[in-house]
């Protein structure tokens, strides 16, 4: 850099060498020009020396935070960097295995269900002798009469579905969003319908005279509850089975004679398994729904999970030995998660109905489709599909004399976890406000199955001839063996050394409800 000293010194020397005639005088470089030039000598030697030192920080030793965290700058440690990798594919998968339960619970029902009775549009599978512990599904309902199929809109195309009239149902996507009620919260209001499915991307031409959905996944889940009446010695399915039977389900395009006939096997008193895997089954049949469906049903973020861990859509899924370990891992760890969540509650209470019973709501006050006020509410959807199935809004709203609630215990009123191998009594106040009828069942804490135990049949219901007080109020029974104080008609067998949780039904439920007027008292030790 030349600074202005130096320019002077240069231009002395250039006038200094010079003589009047052009030609360089001795006389005037001996006394002149040479302590010019030893000013020059010095001044370079310090401008040197500027230049050429090494360059210093202004902060010796001073770096951004994240250098300092990681390593001082430098590559991880190979060893340190493949475990990491390692640690990432896990989260992902766990992280996949919460967000995929809903589709995992209803593959699952589909084909434990399709094993047994067999795949079709027209094959509606009824549970006409109740539902009871043998058959394998998450929170089942012994108190009405069951109706399900899966139906694949990619093979038929559009499919009209005539709905009898009194159903309690739905159809929801195969992640189990509701793609509409069916019955008194359904456009039909109860008396009965035709419902039009289309399927994803469908841009033919849409008949008038129907009500129509669209899917957002090719496959759609039937679920219909037909009401049971009271017989002589309790609930009588048979008027409830033949409406069900009523059920008609075609292509639109099918004439008469080219649609199936309806089959409706029936499904009760065999084991079935319908329950979603527990083994590394879970991803390859993840894997065959995510190259099924459209792009479009499943959010591209989501996409981006699931192909961190090898699952995507028209891609060979070629996890390598350590990584089938991984996923193997991850599956048998994100239940227990679950079960975590469950188990040691939210710090917020919203899953509380009552600020002074321990009975829950599974829906912890989100949307049927679990949005609370500004979120999704995985963890809570992630534990409904633990051990249960089936979510639509007459399940969350604040429906009058339709519609219905769940109030779920866990606890008793000590506050301690229900245990199968103790005694319990649950009263009921009169007049439960449950215009169709309410019903209480006992299932497995883990996954929402029937406990099993000789009753085959861990449920009670308004239809039964249960044992009243004199004010009209109900006392029911659980224990492994029966309570002394207990009658034959109120008692629900638990399986020892079990937990369990006790289910409360109200179908059609009322004001009473909502105002919390009538409660149900929390379920009391009793030896």
Do not use: C
């Not at 590559?75 to 990798?85: F, T």
């Not at 009271?230 to 039977?245: L, M, S, T, Y």
């Not at 891992?329 to 109905?353: C, H, W």
Request: hydrophobic share 40%.
């Amino acid at each position: 850099m030349e600074t202005s000293s130096s320019r002077h010194v240069v231009e002395t020397l250039r006038d200094l060498t010079k003589s009047p005639s052009g030609a360089a005088s001795v006389g005037v470089v001996h006394t002149r020009v040479l302590p010019a030039v030893r000013a020059f000598a010095l001044l370079t030697t310090a401008l040197a020396g500027v230049v050429l030192a090494p360059p210093t920080f202004a902060q010796e030793g001073a770096a951004p935070p994240l250098v300092e965290q990681i390593n001082n700058g430098k590559w991880l440690d190979k060893a340190e960097a493949e475990s990491l990798i390692d640690e990432l594919y896990y989260q992902r998968a766990v992280h996949a295995y919460m967000t995929m339960l809903p589709a995992l619970n209803v593959i699952g029902m589909r084909d434990g269900s399709e094993a047994a009775f067999g795949k079709g549009y027209n094959v509606l599978p009824i549970w006409k002798d109740r539902m009871d512990a043998r058959a394998w599904v998450p929170t089942p309902n012994a108190d009405v009469i069951y109706s399900m199929n899966y139906l694949d809109l990619k093979e038929t195309g559009p499919l009209v579905i005539a709905a009898p009239p009194n159903v309690i149902g739905m159809f929801t996507d195969f992640f189990q969003r509701t793609i509409t009620d069916v019955g008194a919260i359904g456009p039909d209001e109860a008396r009965g319908g035709l419902y039009l499915l289309l399927p994803p991307g469908y841009d033919g031409e849409v008949p008038k005279g129907y009500y129509t959905f669209t899917s957002s996944t090719y496959n759609v889940f039937l679920f219909f509850r037909t009401v049971m009446g009271k017989g002589d010695n309790g609930p009588d399915p048979k008027p409830a089975v033949a409406n069900a039977e009523r059920t008609r389900i075609y292509p639109l395009s099918a004439t008469e004679k080219d649609a199936k006939p309806m089959e409706f096997p029936n499904g009760s008193g065999k084991r079935i398994n319908m329950m979603y895997p527990v083994d590394n089954s879970y991803w390859t049949k993840l894997k065959a729904f995510v190259d099924y469906e459209p792009v479009s049903a499943i959010t591209p973020e989501l996409r981006g999970v699931l192909a961190s861990i090898g699952i995507i859509k028209g891609q060979p899924f070629e996890p390598s030995a350590k990584q089938k370990d991984l996923l193997k891992k991850a599956v048998e760890t994100a239940p227990r998660m679950i079960m975590a969540l469950r188990q040691t509650g939210r710090s917020d209470k919203r899953n509380f109905y009552y600020t002074d019973r321990q009975y829950e709501n599974v829906w912890a006050g989100a949307t049927a489709e679990w949005f609370q006020e500004s979120y999704l509410d995985v963890n809570q959807r992630a534990g409904f599909f633990q051990v249960a199935y089936s979510s639509a809004p007459a399940m969350a709203m604040h429906t009058l004399d339709s519609g219905s609630k769940y109030p779920t215990a866990v606890r008793d009123a000590d506050g301690d976890f229900l245990d199968g191998g103790k005694a319990y009594k649950m009263h009921l106040p009169a007049n439960p406000p449950a215009k169709l009828f309410w019903a209480v069942t006992a299932y497995n804490v883990t996954d929402g199955t029937m406990v099993e135990t000789p009753q085959l049949l861990p449920s009670i219901n308004a239809f039964n001839n249960v044992k009243a007080n004199g004010d009209g109020s109900v006392d029911l029974y659980f224990g492994a063996s029966k309570p002394a104080e207990a009658a034959d008609s109120n008692w629900i067998q638990t399986a020892p050394n079990r937990n369990f949780i006790a289910t409360l039904r109200l179908y059609g439920t009322g004001t009473e409800f909502y105002d919390q007027t009538w409660k149900p008292d929390d379920l009391v030790k009793v030896k």
